[in-house]
């Protein structure tokens, strides 16, 4: 085979690099870092976020923005029921409905029924709060699912990549950086590459598109499963456009799920989560000590790709090979058909087949 059958240009990122996915659910925050009757300022997608919680509980989601002149609601009064903007009090209700315009006379415009601040989609689930700042939203899906262990995760922890959205996902997803990039005595060494085949199946979750890692026996020289399973489980991952990984491991007796989600904050800052799931009693008591090698990973990963970046500002012309890169062709390829098909207002369709998957690492 030569080179050129081995990369062929309408599977690299040409044409959708930097591009984002509006009409997706990005993590925004754990849920309980948001108390009932507070609101937090997000940014996602470029976009500012007001996230609240309601008096009663209810997690809602608006533009940050006052429309009188545009200063940050999030930085106002909120009873639970209404937020105030600190400028002039205007107020809107959690779905952005504007319930009172101070300054106004009752013959003057506009009166709050002609003023709207815009809301967008918020779910909570498993313990996380998703965002959906698209414009599409009633073809919105539900938030990603996580196969549950309890609402509540037992770790989650965030790291900024200062880098686009694609670069975060490819980075993190590439299966053969392991060995060079988290080099440790807790994780993997050099010598310790073999070769693994994979296999690997389309997903489609209520359109929302991506692909399967088989279940398989987890990595002989995968020592963090020793570390929080104590022992060596069967371990499936799925990918669901555009950036999140969902892990699940079980021993059987023990089971883990990981999920990473990474969150474009702007072109230029991707906020990448790590929340963990177990139902390891030892595991608990582990707590910092995970949390510290778990921010160790993530920080490799951040470096790793961060020179990446620093290359790819010289424009130089890559590759993506096969079989070690296919999953980020996979990952372009499947970013072109959803931007695709919302441009033709169909269904997305997946256009990768079950196959396996031979690399070393
Ligand atoms: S800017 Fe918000 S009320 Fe005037
Ligand atoms: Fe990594």
Redesign the pocket.
Known sequence: MNLSEQTSAEETDRGVAGQWLRNAWYYAMPAHNLKPRSTVHRTILGEPVLIGRDAAGEVFALRDT?P????LLSRGVFDGHEVE?P????RFDTAGRCTAIPSQAAHQRPQPSDVRAEAFLADERHGNIWIHVGRNRTAAGPAPEVPILGDRPQLHLSMVFECDLDLAVVGLMDPAHGAFVHRSALWRSKASIHEKTKSFSPVDRDGTLGWRMDRHAASRNSRAYQLLLGGRPETEITYLMPSVRIEHATTGRYTYCGLTACTPLDAKRTEVHHVMYWDVPLASLLKPLIRRVAWNFLDQDRRAVLMMRDGLAFDPPTMLIRDADTQARWYFRLKREVLAAEAANRRPQNPITSMTLTWRS
Request: one cysteine or more; a positive charge; charged letters at 10%.
């Open positions: 006052c009188h002149r545009g200063t903007c400028y002039h009090g205007w």
